[in-house]
């Protein structure tokens, strides 16, 4: 049983260029997120799935897209990177969003923008 | 929104219990605990969760105040493995789980 996985673990980019950070998932968890956390601070939510085909807004959403096709993959896009998303990024699911369900993490994608 | 109050950092020794304090004095009558915890370099790790009574899995113990204004997450016997920053955090359901991660509390543990 895998969890959440994250691809990559690193990456380099340079300001303006696009990407996407993968999350898949195993558990047939309903629910599922992205946090970004910056050096020395907390976990912020970027955007987050409550099932496939439904997305909304976290908050700090902005330059970030997300679509939800399918119960497994959550993947996030950077649409033209900043030095300001700089950042590690990780991935949540549970099995869905009442405040009684455990959240499982990834090991997270180190990100960063030159 | 409620808030949450922990100390920055703890020191314990190998093999001694730990006690973990929370003070979330605004939670609601709904809102659970949920205690994660941070190891260098990783992802959160879920600890455990909890409503009103006290409760116990494999990783630790939750007690929850009788008042549910403050909680204690118990490790029975602290290892190395265990240094970590630990966050106690009562999820915020608007639309979604938003878990809001604080400053959290810094174990080390000496061997």
């Known amino acids: 049983n895998a969890g959440v996985t994250q691809t990559p673990k690193f990456q380099v980019l340079k300001t303006g260029q696009s990407m996407t950070l993968q999350c898949a998932q195993d558990m047939n968890h309903e629910y599922m997120s992205w946090y970004r956390q910056d050096p020395g601070m907390g976990l912020r939510l970027i955007h987050y799935s409550v099932g496939a085909g439904i997305t909304d807004q976290g908050e700090v959403p902005n330059g970030y897209n997300v679509s939800r096709s399918t119960t497994e993959d959550f993947p996030l896009r950077l649409l033209s990177a900043a030095p300001s998303q700089t950042s590690v990024y990780f991935c949540?699911?549970?099995?869905?969003?009442?405040?009684?369900?455990?959240?499982?993490f990834g090991d997270g994608t180190r990100l960063s923008i030159l | 929104d409620a808030k949450t109050t922990q100390p920055n950092s703890m020191e314990s020794n190998e093999e001694e219990p730990v006690h973990l304090p929370c003070n979330h004095s605004?939670?609601?009558?709904?809102?659970?605990i949920h205690w994660y915890r941070q190891l260098p370099s990783q992802g959160p790790e879920y600890v455990i969760h909890?409503?009103?009574s006290n409760v116990n899995n494999r990783m630790a113990s939750l007690a929850i105040a009788e008042d549910r204004k403050s909680s204690t997450l118990i490790l029975h016997r602290a290892t190395l493995r265990d240094a970590a920053v630990y966050y106690c955090i009562p999820p915020i359901i608007q639309g979604a789980q938003k878990l809001v991660f604080g400053q959290g509390t810094r174990l080390t543990i000496n061997p």
């Open positions: 909890g409503l009103t």
């Open positions: 949540a699911s549970s099995e869905d969003r009442r405040s009684n369900q455990p959240q499982h």
């Open positions: 605004t939670i609601s009558g709904t809102d659970y």
